[in-house]
């Protein structure tokens, strides 16, 4: 590697490989030992912010980073629903579409972004509606959203094994799965507009790019 710098040793990249080996730990354990691996799983996602902070406080983000995190994220979700899959077969089809437009809205986002980065075409930008201005924005709702959704599924992941305990005549996990439903489904929402916004904006790339084409000819 070029440089005098080796960026895969940043302390930010280097808690974001501990993220990584909780969470294959966390996978390894899902099926039968929902104490570790709820443990490292939780762990593995307050270190999200953790290598945030640690990124801002040395000066050290990098697109290599970000994209660990992203990473770290997706695969992190993916499994525990292919575990869901498993403990809730009849809900097979639900965990699948989640994970169907987790990681397409996610991946034509991020790439949509990149390109746009790299022209000077008008796009649509979701950020002018005052709902989402407040979700690009305001840390603490796009904290809710994220953590609400992450609760659901982890809520559903421990009422498999265990009610947990009894809080005003309701089981704690079941009242964190009550109150963190309307959250993920507004995430996926979120995530589904992500998504139709990218296909805009990667379209608009499109019919730039032949326009160009169709005058260099």
Not at 28 to 40: E, G, K, L, Q, T
Not at 78 to 94: D, E, K, N, R
């Amino acid at each position: 590697m070029s440089g005098t710098e080796n960026i895969f040793l940043f302390v930010p990249n280097i808690i974001g490989y501990g993220r990584i080996i909780l969470a294959l730990i966390s996978f390894y354990f899902m099926p039968r030992n929902y104490v570790i691996a709820s443990w490292c799983y939780i762990i593995s996602g307050l270190l999200d912010a953790v290598d945030g902070h640690a990124a801002r406080y040395f000066n050290q983000s990098t697109k290599f980073g970000g994209m660990l995190d992203q990473l770290t994220d997706r695969v992190g979700t993916m499994c525990l629903l292919v575990t869901l899959s498993q403990f809730y077969p009849a809900y097979t089809f639900w965990f699948q579409l989640s994970m169907a437009i987790d990681i397409a809205c996610h991946w034509i986002y991020l790439h949509t972004t990149l390109l746009q980065g790299k022209t000077s075409h008008k796009f649509v930008d979701m950020s002018e509606n005052p709902i989402m201005r407040v979700y690009y924005t305001n840390r603490q709702v796009l904290f809710i959203m994220c953590a609400g959704n992450e609760a659901f599924y982890a809520a559903l992941y421990l009422l498999h094994f265990t009610e947990g305990p009894i809080l005003v005549g309701i089981s704690l996990f079941r009242a964190v799965l009550l109150l963190s439903a309307p959250i993920a489904f507004i995430k996926t929402l979120i995530s589904l507009l992500h998504g139709y916004v990218a296909c805009i904006n990667l379209g608009i790339i499109d019919v730039k790019e032949r326009e160009a084409k169709r005058k260099e000819n």
